[in-house]
């Protein structure tokens, strides 16, 4: 067989493959001998059926056999004659077969760019100053009193005000007609606090205990679009209003909440907490800043196909993410819309992913068979009920392949990170 490959970019190779004359024949040969071991047609008994009227009667089923087998077969010498790392499919460009000639065709391929060394001289990274005050450790505490608080209900006046929780009957009609979703019997909502839109807010917050009234307004935040621009009418009825009332900040809350014996033990619990995620993310923050500078020192031709399947990723992430607060994209426009700002973040993960397992191999970086199973464990034991589920799923050796992968480019940039000039600068504002 004869294979010659031809470089179109960085990325992209055209192989061009002849199947030799006598192959096709061999392969004609074979496979209508099958068809005429399974033929049924009148008048002849299975396996006697004339070579003419088998050509007859299957002749372009038996090309297209033959031809997928021959390609299949083709590719797959092409690709190990040529010692190419194909990363999509091929796209296939098909010569006439004929039983008594050699058979051509053509295949374009994405592959994985080369880089011949990566530089990693002068790397220099910045990490945030971890830096945790009183008034942070207080923020939690009144966050803490917050997610524990009670509604009291108001007996002693029925005026709403700003900050009480009103139980309300609520409906949103669209030119009569009820808007689903929008409907609720017995709602409870903090006045004036932008759950509803700002002039429904606003009406509710000049109402009293009984009263019925209606109000226009645009639609509430995250709304389906189909509702974007629309006016709807609101009719609410006020049943009830409450005060939310904090419980009293003592050693008390803090064994009932906190687990802690004493409110100031509570406050260095939290204090040490804070401390920890503020490190762990300003260790992120480093690597992603020395990774930054290592994907600058080596810039690199991205194959397509890499890039549109982390996309095709990361949008399924974002589904999944969507759909846990009950949201979802309601068409292609909009998800073209997602995959489009989702391009520049998959770039920068598909080149990050190329270069540190370039960086691997040349650093002879490898992870042990025993730590690949601790990983796993880890993994499986934070899994919950879907552990047996992912047991399976890590019982297969790509899934497996990915795994150490990945843990060979995590461990890769721990080293780049630790040969890295570190300068601390100020933590960004959370604000």
């Known amino acids: 067989m004869k294979v010659e490959v031809e470089e179109i970019s960085s990325t992209e190779r055209r192989l061009e493959v002849e199947i030799p004359a006598e192959r096709v024949h061999d392969e004609f040969e074979r496979t209508l001998q099958a068809v005429g071991r399974q033929a049924k047609i009148k008048g002849f008994r299975p396996g006697r059926v004339p070579r003419a009227v088998l050509e007859r009667y299957f002749a372009d089923d038996v090309r297209n056999q033959v031809t997928t087998t021959l390609v299949q077969e083709g590719f797959s010498s092409a690709l190990e004659q040529s010692k190419l790392e194909i990363v999509s499919q091929p796209e296939l460009d098909i010569g006439t077969l004929n039983e008594k000639e050699a058979l051509k065709f053509s295949a374009r391929v994405e592959v994985r760019p080369e880089l011949s060394r990566v530089d990693t001289e002068g790397l220099a990274g910045q990490r945030p100053r971890v830096e945790v005050t009183e008034e942070n450790v207080e923020n939690v505490l009144q966050q803490l009193r917050e997610r524990y608080a009670e509604l009291v209900p108001v007996e002693d006046r029925t005026d709403v005000a700003r900050g009480d929780y009103a139980t309300v009957k609520l409906g949103a009609t669209l030119d009569g007609e009820p808007v689903a979703g929008l409907t609720h019997e017995a709602a409870t909502i903090e006045i004036a606090a932008g759950r509803l839109p700002n002039v429904v807010d606003e009406r509710v917050a000049l109402s009293r205990v009984g009263e019925t ?7 509430p935040e995250g709304a389906p679009p189909e509702l974007e621009d629309k006016t709807l009418e609101y009719t609410i009825t006020v049943n009830a209003i409450a005060e939310r009332v904090l419980p009293a900040l003592d050693d008390d809350f803090a064994k009932d909440h906190g687990d802690c014996e004493t409110l100031d033990a509570l406050r260095e619990r939290i204090r040490t907490g804070l401390h920890e995620d503020a490190t762990r993310r300003a260790d992120a923050q480093l690597r992603e800043t ?31 993410e969507l759909a846990s607060q009950g949201l979802q994209l309601t068409n292609a426009e909009y998800e073209e819309e997602a995959r489009g700002k989702l391009k520049e973040r998959a770039e920068r993960e598909v080149a990050a992913d190329l270069v540190l397992e370039r960086l691997a191999e040349q650093e002879d970086v490898q992870v042990t068979d025993e730590e690949l199973a601790e990983q796993i464990g880890k993994m499986l034991a934070s899994a919950g009920k879907r552990a047996d589920e992912l047991r399976e799923h890590y019982d297969h050796g790509h ?22 000039d570190v300068k601390d600068v100020e933590a960004p504002s959370e604000d």
Do not use: C, H, W, Y
């Open 213 to 219: 009234f209606s109000v226009e307004g645009p639609p």
């Open 290 to 320: 020395v990774l930054d500078d290592v994907l600058k020192k080596n810039p690199i031709d991205l194959p397509a196909s890499l890039v549109q399947r982390r996309i095709e990723a990361l949008l399924q992430d974002f589904k999944m």
């Open 399 to 420: 899934t497996r392949d990915a795994v150490r992968a990945q843990m060979m480019r995590s461990r890769t940039l721990e080293q780049l990170v630790g040969r890295a």
